[in-house]
């Protein structure tokens, strides 16, 4: 079997992360893993973009880490790279050391740039482990269910038909207008109810 | 409303229920119940039938204030333009003689009183959820019901009675003595904004524009009209309801921010406004009229599509940026199923789940994510634990074997729990996985506070306490799931025996869970290891569940806050790690293949 090659990328967000935390030790420390590479740069999810698509190509990486921001806000980013970079976006882990980093430990560098090596240290542990995978592809039945004929109902199911779309209407009553058919007049206008 | 009976693209089905959904995005199988009608599409509406039939009962459409016949149609304006007969009444149905006049007279031969109930079943790959609201029954407040108080009506009744369609042809009566009233007074939030056992606990919003639109239209026809409104604020803040309002008040309505109490006679006995209860007032009224509020339909919806409601009983949004679309991929919602809306906002509403569901049919296929259950077949003895334990009913049984519907596994990874075989997993959230997080996160165990967070309400916590830039100790650790029903025990023991200190399992809030109600799971594995830990003599404080929403950054601050100021002796951490190193004893799958 050949020996995983695992990629690992700092981002210093400028110097939201890098204000706090020591990239260049976490680079450090980090590297004395077993990892094939460890790389900063100043913004991963710009510029950074084009050095991890070069970096796997160049170091033959199959997985990456990504010490950057939230994974709800940059996964996907990382992840099209990987899907460009020709692995499986799946083969991919954030790791937040920001909003959960140097964000909440601002006046504590030196804690803070353990807790960052040792967030690094954990995501490379999951993506060991990470399978590619692939998102499941559902075939889309192209008519849908409306329930109940109130004017919710009446005004869903004819802009879903004036769009082209088939549409089952279902209503309990006999009849459709639900509350509204009720209404002697309705407000702001005193109109007739519709 | 007559678009719908003609669009092509609309199959209209009345009288008709939504009795079973299974599947998912893409593929819903909707087992639908339809009930006879008893007329069928050759109806031409001429009327002879109504015309026959003798039998009446009470006019549910005029709520109750009138009579409508067995056979008949709600209002004049129904679609579809078809009679219908109400079996429940008909004599047809019930006694010996077998009536079937309408039968015999029907020129069109449309009535076919042989129908019955049929199920039949629909595959669609978006539901519309517009199943509205009921009004709030308001008897016994106010007397609404008592004999005593005849002319206490609700809005709904004035509605119908001002309707020139209803019981009184249009006529304003007080329906003690059919004589037109001399002065009217409206009570606002009648069993709403109340914290009253059966009351609703919030503003209803269509009540109060509703209350002065009617009295607008009653000084338009009764310009000498006395109309006063009781209210506990008066809330126009829609649409043009504030001129609405400030047009009411030029046009003599009295509005009088006190609540009365009724007495003989429909006497109102209310506090002064300004001098407060110092100062009684008595003040006999022709007709009342009660504001009722809304209540939601949404607890069978939620049953039947497996949607989570809101604290209130409405339909719960998947998030403040999706404000139509259900948790579960595609089921939206629209109108009042969801909150309290007028007739404007259900039109937006429903625009905008129409667009999301025809968003969904822009492609043949839709995506689902893949971080899903996977199953170790080598180890699997098909006992069928995680199958039950699924509340998305994602496993079955086949050939003695768990089988994954991948569309419908939502990855939260409750089934885990259930196995005693180790044979069913998260894909990239298995448990060797978290087991090595934990490893590198306890590399150092001292003070290191170790937090589970789930994917969507405490990890985005966390986050959103991150982004205020509020400061917590850096000891913390955190580990992501998708759900926190995925933190199995043996995770929180494995922590425990690597020496950790403190973990916390964190959470959506109750009824908030991203997975149905997966996180009460969860709740009962913490509590119960609570109580596992104290037998053994470990603080049970050392672990912690604590509900963070996303937007509770502060919350979750808290917590760290609270855990790290408990102090754990460091014979107690050696205690702990002792008792949870032993490994635990699995059991080993004892199949015998055929």
Redesign the interface.
């Known amino acids: 079997m050949l020996e995983d090659r695992t990629g690992v990328f700092v981002c210093h967000c400028g110097t939201n992360i890098a204000g706090p935390v020591n990239c260049q030790t976490v680079t450090e420390e980090v590297a004395r893993t077993d990892v094939a590479l460890v790389r900063e740069h100043a913004y991963m999810c710009t510029g950074g973009q084009a050095q991890i698509l070069s970096d796997i190509e160049e170091y033959d990486l199959d997985r990456i880490v990504v010490a950057a921001c939230s994974p709800r806000i940059h996964e996907e980013t990382f992840r099209e790279v990987c899907e460009e970079a020709g692995i499986n976006p799946y083969m991919m882990e954030m790791v937040n050391i920001r909003e959960q980093c140097s964000w909440c430990h601002t006046h504590e560098p030196d804690a803070a740039t353990q807790k960052a090596i040792d967030l690094v240290l954990m995501g490379i542990e999951k993506v060991k482990l990470n399978k590619p995978l692939t998102p499941i592809e559902v075939p889309m039945t192209k008519r849908a269910l409306v329930i109940g004929g109130g004017i919710s109902g009446i005004e869903a199911s004819i802009q879903l038909a004036d769009l082209g779309h088939k549409v089952i209407l279902v209503e309990r009553g006999p009849t459709i207008g639900g509350k509204m058919a009720q209404l002697n007049k309705i407000f702001p206008d005193q109109n007739c109810s519709p | ?1 007559v ?2 009976g003609r ?12 009795a079973k959904v299974k599947g ?5 199988e ?1 087992t ?1 119940r339809r009930h006879p ?1 008893y007329v069928t599409e050759d109806c031409t509406f001429c009327g002879e039938c109504f015309e026959r039939c003798n039998v009446f009962t009470e006019d549910e ?1 005029n ?1 109750n204030r009138g009579l409508r016949k067995a056979i008949y ?3 004049l ?4 333009r078809q009679y ?1 007969i109400d079996d429940k009444v008909c004599t047809h149905f019930s006694e010996e003689e077998k009536c079937q006049k309408c039968w015999e007279d029907c020129k069109k031969h449309a009535i076919d009183l042989s129908q019955t109930v049929e199920e039949e079943i ?12 009921k ?1 709030y029954d308001p008897t016994g407040l106010y007397g609404y019901g008592d004999s005593r108080f005849p002319d206490v009506i609700t809005a ?1 009744e004035l ?2 009675m ?2 020139p369609e ?1 019981p009184t042809k249009g006529e304003i009566i007080r329906p003690s003595t059919g004589e037109a009233p001399r002065s009217v007074a409206f009570i606002q939030c009648v069993g709403s904004r109340s914290e009253k056992e059966g009351e609703l606990p919030y503003c209803s919003k269509l009540c109060c ?2 209350t ?2 009617n009295t ?2 009653l000084k338009e026809r009764f310009a000498e009209l006395e109309i006063c409104v009781f209210h506990n604020n008066i809330r126009t803040s ?4 504030e ?2 309002f400030l047009e009411a008040r030029k046009q003599g309505v009295i509005f009088i921010g006190s609540f009365p109490e009724i007495s003989q006679d429909h006497v109102l006995i209310f506090s002064d406004p300004i001098l407060g209860e110092e100062r009684l007032m008595r003040k006999r009224f022709d007709l009342v009229v009660l504001a009722t509020g809304i209540r939601p339909t949404a607890v069978e ?1 939620s049953e039947l599509l497996g949607v989570p409601l809101g604290k209130r009983g409405f339909i719960k949004e998947e998030s403040q940026l999706t404000p139509t679309s259900a948790p579960t991929k595609g089921i939206y919602f ?4 969801g909150s309290p ?3 404007k906002q ?2 937006e ?3 905008s ?3 999301q ?2 968003k ?2 822009q ?10 259950a996977k199953v170790d077949l080598e180890r699997c003895t098909g006992c069928g634990k995680c199958s039950n334990q699924c509340l998305f009913g994602a496993i079955r049984v086949e050939d003695k074997l768990a089988v994954i519907t ?2 419908a596994c939502r990855g939260c990874g409750n089934c885990i729990n259930a196995c005693e075989f180790d044979a069913i997993s998260i ?2 959230y ?1 448990e ?3 087991k ?2 934990l ?3 306890l ?1 150092e165990p001292e003070d290191k506070i170790i937090v589970f967070a789930c994917h969507w309400c405490s ?2 916590g ?6 205020s ?4 100790s ?7 799931t998708m759900c926190s029903c995925r933190v199995t025990v043996d995770l929180i023991t494995y922590a425990f025996a690597l020496g950790a200190p403190k973990v916390i399992v964190s959470g959506c809030h109750p009824g908030d869970c991203h997975y149905l109600d997966n996180n009460m799971f969860t709740e009962k594995r913490v509590l119960k290891l609570k109580e596992e830990l104290t037998s053994k003599g470990i603080n049970p404080e050392r672990l912690m569940l604590k509900w963070v929403s996303a937007a509770e950054g502060q919350r979750f601050v808290a917590a760290v806050q609270k855990m790290e100021q408990l102090s754990v002796e460091e014979d107690e951490i050696e205690m702990t790690k002792m008792i949870f190193s032993e490994p635990k004893k699995r059991r080993l799958k004892k199949r015998i293949r055929k």
């Open positions: 409303m678009d719908v669009h092509p693209n609309i199959e209209l089905l009345t009288v008709c229920e939504v998912y995005v893409g593929s819903f909707v639908l009608r459409f709520v149609t709600p209002f304006q129904s679609v579809p219908v629909v595959r669609v790959g978006a539901i519309v959820v517009a199943t509205g609201v009004p709904m509605e119908r001002m309707s209803g524009p509703n002065v639109k607008l239209l829609g649409n043009r309801q001129k609405m919806m629209a109108g009042a199923v809306a007028d007739i259900c039109i509403q429903a625009g789940a129409a667009m569901v025809s969904n049919f492609r043949d296929t839709t995506e689902l994510s893949p971080i899903i991948e569309a894909s990239n298995a060797e996985q978290l090595g997080e490893r590198a996160a590399r990890y985005a966390a986050d959103f306490a991150g982004t830039r509020l400061q917590y850096p000891k913390v650790r955190i580990i992501k």
